[in-house]
């Protein structure tokens, strides 16, 4: 190969990878400051939302195991989450009209909901203030909770949530005295006793009254005293006028017939006594109506009570 040809490629090679060089330095130093105004574009503020920590299936009462704290882009929170507070969130107009309409509409529940309301309007919703609300609709795990789709203690419509599957809540009478001087309590476990008058028709009695008290429901739950389903914190007696069970639809007879029978009570078992068995006792004797039948034995007719 002539030299002068030699020297053609040569050159040609050099120019190329001088070239190369050139073509690199400029892409790197384009990209630097596209680098860096990524950098510096200012974070997307994230907001904490209450969602479900499992899924939640209807009439499960909720506790800490079930909820948890999940960030979620603020402008991205609809205004019906539960937020924590901490990150300002918009808001809907018409949704927080129909809210302020609602909460000044006059109901058994007022009290409950400006109570909430002032929490809310404070913290943002607290993560413990919605311990204890029924699901009243099934919530997947990860989705934010929203207020349709529980029932917290103080709405209406909390009662039929709140109840077991298959029970029936059923309120009595009782004063202090019949209700363990109010240290009963929503949540405990009562004995429910007969007191009545019964009518002695033996040959012995002579038509005389006395009394007799028996047990009619052992082991059942105090849902409410009065209004109230939960007492607070440091509450340490309730003072009712009634007291809400929960009973099952043959209990509901036997407590109805008691209660038209006489006098009841209730009677306040331990903690340690509570796993035993729950619901009607055998018929009482108070209940019981005594028969008299006439024998008559050589003429003479002989009274004998059959109870």
Known sequence: MKPARIAVICIAAVSAIGLALVVRAMGSSSGEPTAMAAAEAPAQPMAKVLVAARDLA?????TDADLEWKDWPAAEVNPAFITDG??????????????????????????????????????????????????????????PIIGRKI?????????AAYLEPGMRAMAIGVSVESAA??????????????????????????????HASSIVLQNV????????TRADDDQQAVVGATATLEVSPGDSEALALARAAGELSLVLRSY???????????????QRADTSVRIFRGGEPEVVSVP
């Open 58 to 62: 209807p009439g499960q009462r909720l």
């Open 86 to 143: 901490s990150v300002p969130v918009p808001t809907a107009p018409d949704e927080a009209d129909a809210e302020k309409a609602e909460e000044t509409k006059p109901d058994d529940s007022t009290v409950a909901r400006v109570t909430r309301a002032a929490t809310s309007m404070a913290t943002g919703g607290a993560k413990a203030d919605y311990f204890g609300s029924v699901v009243r609709e099934p919530i997947l795990a990860g989705e």
């Open 151 to 159: 029932v917290r203690a103080g709405d209406s419509g909390y009662m």
């Open 181 to 210: 001087g109010g240290f009963i309590l929503p949540g405990d476990r009562v004995d429910v006793i007969l007191t009545a008058e019964l009518q002695d028709n033996s040959p012995d009695g002579g038509g005389q009254t006395r």
């Open 221 to 228: 739950k105090v849902l409410a005293v009065d209004q109230s």
């Open 272 to 286: 340690a006594d509570t796993a035993g068995p729950s619901g009607r006792v055998a018929a009482p004797r108070a």
